[in-house]
Nanobody, 124 residues
């Protein structure tokens, strides 16, 4: 059984930064791509960023390109989402998820394990 635990969320002013770690249990972390998704109130959950199994490939939603960076430390079984230049529209619950393969994918259906989420609120 894989468990994913996000942390690092909170309240930040527009223009500020947050770093979200997601710690994974299990010995197979490095064998799968990882992703971050978010869900704002009244909206569908959406893909934010993804990283391949060794970290060589990343993908981002257009809305966060140039502001967010996904990275991973396979020795620590942890994936990170560095969020800079935050905007009020980034307010959402952020989830990390494990992909079903080694390559980065953007569809929710291609992720099989999910964390409980961490709230990020950006004030204007």
């Amino acid at each position: 059984q894989v468990q994913l635990v996000e942390s690092g969320g909170g309240l930040v002013q527009a223009g500020g930064s947050l770093r979200l770690p997601c710690a994974a249990s299990g010995r197979t972390f490095s064998s799968y791509a990882m992703g971050w998704f978010r869900q704002a109130p009244g909206r569908e959950r959406e893909f934010v960023a993804g990283i391949s199994w060794r970290g060589g490939t990343t993908r981002y939603a257009d809305s966060v390109k140039g502001r967010f960076t996904i990275s991973r430390d396979n020795a620590k079984n942890t994936v990170y989402l560095q969020m800079n230049s935050l905007k009020p529209e980034d307010t959402a619950v952020y989830y990390c998820a494990r992909g079903v393969a080694i390559v980065v994918v953007t569809a929710e259906s291609e992720y099989d394990y999910w964390g409980q989420g961490t709230q990020v609120t950006v004030s204007s």
